[in-house]
């Protein structure tokens, strides 16, 4: 599969889910992501040498909450210690392509049937020594915790995508709230 296959499935997603923000929200970062990867190349994937993890361990992260996310559907309990931690995906530019692609599709299927309110069950460590905290969420709001925490590294990857000289869209990783504000 192609950049520009998965570039135009991912854009399919997206005009049929026009009507939820979140799941807009969550379709722009992997459309994010996409753009990303296609324009660096694989030694700028793994590249760790800027002093902080590559470009690749923070795409495969992004996709790890998102494997969480959905594992945690069914039963409705998310587990974000659960991660996978995929090396292929952080190590490979086209394993990356690919999981980005099939994360796009299984996002784009949220809208059938629409998201739901009821609470489920979050859990995620907060300290190293300290069992993990459970919590009472919904659905909505892990979205939205995925579309912040997906802007969070996105902004890193924008760091480390113009350190390594590609341009980018000076949009690329911002907050929604920050690229309305300096619009105004």
Known sequence: MTYTEIE???AGLEDQNSKSPLIDGCINCIEQCDQILSIISQENFTDDSKGS????AHIRHILDRFHCFF???ADASIDYDA???DREIEQNLEA???ALASIARRVGKLREPPLSN???CVKESVLPSSPAVEISSTLEREMMGLITHSIHHLAIIALLARSFGHQMDSDFGKAPSTIVYERS
């Open 71 to 73: 594992a945690g559907l």
């Open 8 to 10: 135009h499935r991912v």
């Open 83 to 85: 991660r996978k931690r």
């Open 53 to 56: 993890s590559s470009i690749g």
């Open 118 to 120: 009821e609470i489920i």
């Open 96 to 98: 990356a392509t690919f």
